[in-house]
């Protein structure tokens, strides 16, 4: 009787571990189709011709694949002209997102001066201020751009150089403020470098100090080898921010626009399109080449993702970055 019940038993716990690993694999299934769903969509959409959009009895796979939306959208992007604008934004404010924000959160994390908490309340503040709030005041800056007086000074010194600087149209835009910590969501990249410098051993930097490391040397040598999941983390999250960012480069850019702004246009520049007789715009027309344009603009990103998604995954852990 020992022996049946104990049978018995292990029969139901098998079952019940089957039956929970199947559940948790539908779940998963379930989750994954959510977030792929939309790039499935467009990745059949665009490879259909416009004619055989609508045709009911295709679900997924076309009848015919047609590359001609993606060409199509590939020229009213002027995709190489967007995308190398766009490139040269966002590596820049990305690169001085890395070292002016790792440079802020490890002075958090270790420095002792005061009003600290004061000065990094203000930080976290930056997070939540709306960048509506702010965007005339630095339209003005960056129409009317002077450092610390110095290029009116020089106008007066040498009458042909002008008065002030114009870095509206121009990448700095997003590169210099990126550089002073200032830039797209800089409040949130201090405070990923702050807390895993907070975690990080006070031994290391005592062991420095005694080796004759000063401060700066020891944050080189000793705790950037060590942060390369903060580094991760903060540069896979700045590079997708500044690339899918619409209103600031909207606002910055009149002429050579990012991609975002490109796409968000495209509607418009399938009609300029058509007053040329570049395409013919009918519904189903636009609806492929919308797709395409939107599959182009993820292109960079997805492809940077795919190889970066393992040490994304190990970075977000590290860091402590939930919900």
């Given at each position: 009787m020992n022996i049946k019940h104990l049978s018995v038993n292990r029969i139901k716990s098998h079952t019940t571990s089957a039956i929970w690993k199947i559940f948790r694999f539908v779940l998963l299934i379930g989750i994954c189709y959510i977030f792929i769903f939309p790039v499935l969509y467009m990745i059949s959409v665009s490879l259909r011709s416009a004619a055989t959009v609508n045709d009911p009895s295709v679900v997924w796979?076309?009848?015919?694949?047609?590359?001609?939306?993606?060409?199509?959208?590939?020229?009213?992007?002027?995709f190489p002209r967007a995308v190398k604008t766009t490139l040269i934004m966002t590596l820049g404010s990305t690169l001085g997102s890395l070292i002016s924000c790792s440079l802020a959160g490890y002075g958090f994390a270790r420095f002792k001066f005061k009003e600290k908490n004061i000065a990094f309340g203000l930080v976290i503040l930056t997070i939540i201020v709306p960048p509506q709030t702010t965007i005339i005041s630095n339209f003005i800056n960056f129409r009317n751009f002077d450092v610390l007086g110095l290029t009116r000074l020089l106008h007066l010194i040498i009458p042909s150089f002008p008065e002030t600087i114009n870095l509206i149209n121009t990448p700095f835009t997003f590169i210099l403020p990126a550089f002073f910590a200032t830039g797209l969501r800089a409040g949130l990249f201090i405070f990923i470098f702050r807390q895993f410098f907070a975690g990080m051993p006070k031994d290391l930097e005592e062991a420095a100090m005694i080796d004759g490391c000063g401060a700066f040397r020891t944050y080189v040598q000793v705790m950037l080898p060590l942060a390369k999941?903060?580094?991760?983390?903060?540069?896979?999250?700045?590079?997708?921010?500044?690339?899918?960012?619409?209103?600031?480069?909207?606002?910055?850019f009149n002429n050579e626009q990012p991609i975002a702004v490109m796409l968000n246009q495209m509607r418009a520049l399938l009609q300029d399109a058509k007053l040329f007789n570049f395409v013919t715009n009918t519904p189903d027309e636009i609806r492929t080449y919308l797709q395409a344009g939107c599959l182009l603009s993820i292109s960079v990103p997805l492809v940077l993702y795919i190889f970066t998604q393992r040490f994304f995954t190990e970075s977000i852990e590290r860091t402590g970055i939930v919900g």
């Open positions: 796979i076309p009848r015919e694949v047609s590359f001609e939306s993606i060409k199509t959208a590939f020229k009213i992007l002027e999941s903060a580094f991760i983390t903060v540069l896979l999250f700045s590079f997708i921010w500044h690339w899918n960012d619409y209103f600031s480069a909207s606002m910055y």
